[in-house]
């Protein structure tokens, strides 16, 4: 009977396939992030809307307040849109590491694919050679 079938490089396969799974968990927390940070943006880029159709007129210590918190607000957007762009390049960081992950397991998996395939043809070898065997044995004569 043929011995069941083992790729020696299971574990490594394993591993590589854990370094994948974080992978993609790392991308997909930057995506959140990142589109979180985008809501933000637009968030603020409405009230800041809001607060230049609010109303003109009061006194001039008033309307000096208003701009100077409506410039606060377009630092705070200008911040979050450097923040924004940032976590894009972190974005594209992490989607290299996935891909670069992705491509290691795949030649893994190929390998186990090649090995399963020349294990699979050698136990149908060898039961052919038993089969023949088996069939030389019953066409020859009985020795007695």
């Known amino acids: ?36 940070k985008q809501q933000e943006i637009n968030q603020m880029q409405e009230y800041l809307d809001h607060l230049q159709l609010k109303r003109r007129s009061g006194t001039v210590l008033e309307l000096q307040v208003r701009a100077s918190h409506a410039e606060s607000v377009r630092q705070h957007i200008k911040t979050l849109r450097n923040d924004l762009v940032n976590l894009g390049e972190i974005e594209v960081l992490r989607r290299d590491e996935l891909n670069r992950t992705m491509r290691d397991e795949k030649v893994l998996d190929k390998l186990r694919d090649k090995k399963l395939s020349e294990y699979n043809h050698d136990v149908l070898s060898e039961e052919q050679a038993q089969m023949d065997e088996i069939a030389m044995r019953a066409d020859a004569p009985f020795d007695e």
């Open 1 to 36: 009977m043929a011995k069941r079938f083992s790729f020696r490089l299971d574990g490594l396969h394993r591993f590589r396939q854990h370094k994948t799974n974080e992978a993609k968990l790392a991308l997909g927390e930057i995506i959140r992030l990142r589109f979180e």
